[in-house]
């Protein structure tokens, strides 16, 4: 057993060590956030499983507070609203479930963060289309090669890792670092 934690651990670490390389996109990344935010815009979130999982801890962290205690940011995860999703996955299809909403809601403006470990998720990848139709701007995170996701954002955020549980726990560091650096800049915009 203590094998098998020994070697999780050190291998969340080789990851994260790995994760630098990412720091100049990160902060471009939460750039276009806090300036949609600044500019009265919404960021929406999707993702399936555990991806669903992280794009609703971070519409809380915007929705709530992360650190600062600050006004409730305009954060919104697609996976939420289950009859929404059931509805659309019943009348349009599992691919649908986020890019009809993305229809619906999404303006020029506004980001969404679409949340795929292998980036070929298609209902995620439709949102994406859907996303530049409206106008948005579209953050990537992703894992492996980053698939086709990767093609298809402004802002292309791929772990380095093909292992889905390290991808996983390296989505949630950059959504909390997105968190912080939104924070950072209404805190700065504020002075």
């Known amino acids: 057993m203590r094998k098998l934690v020994r070697a999780t651990l050190e291998e969340h670490m080789q990851v994260v060590a790995k994760m630098a390389a990412l720091e100049a996109d990160i902060v471009s990344a939460g750039e276009v956030c806090a ?24 519409a809380a ?15 919104i995860a697609l996976t939420t609203d289950t009859s929404a ?14 890019s009809r909403q993305v229809d619906g809601l999404c303006r ?8 795929s470990t292998s980036g070929n998720s298609n209902n995620v990848l439709k949102a994406v289309d859907a996303a530049h139709a409206a106008g948005a701007s579209v953050i990537g995170l992703s894992g492996k090669s980053g698939g086709a996701l990767d093609g ?5 955020l791929i772990v380095p890792s093909d292992v889905t549980a390290r991808i996983q726990e390296m989505h949630i560091v950059i959504g909390h670092l997105l968190c912080a650096l939104i924070e950072e800049q209404l805190d700065l915009s504020a002075e």
């Open 61 to 75: 962290e915007l929705i709530g507070r992360f650190v600062s205690d600050r006004r409730s940011l305009p954060a």
């Open 35 to 58: 300036d949609a935010l600044l500019h009265g815009y919404r960021i929406y979130l999707c993702g399936n499983g555990g991806s669903a999982a992280d794009a609703q801890h971070i």
């Open 108 to 115: 020029a403006g506004d980001v969404l963060i679409a949340i």
């Open 85 to 98: 999703l059931t509805a659309i996955g019943n009348d349009y299809g599992y691919d649908e479930v986020f």
């Open 152 to 156: 298809k954002c402004e802002v292309s």
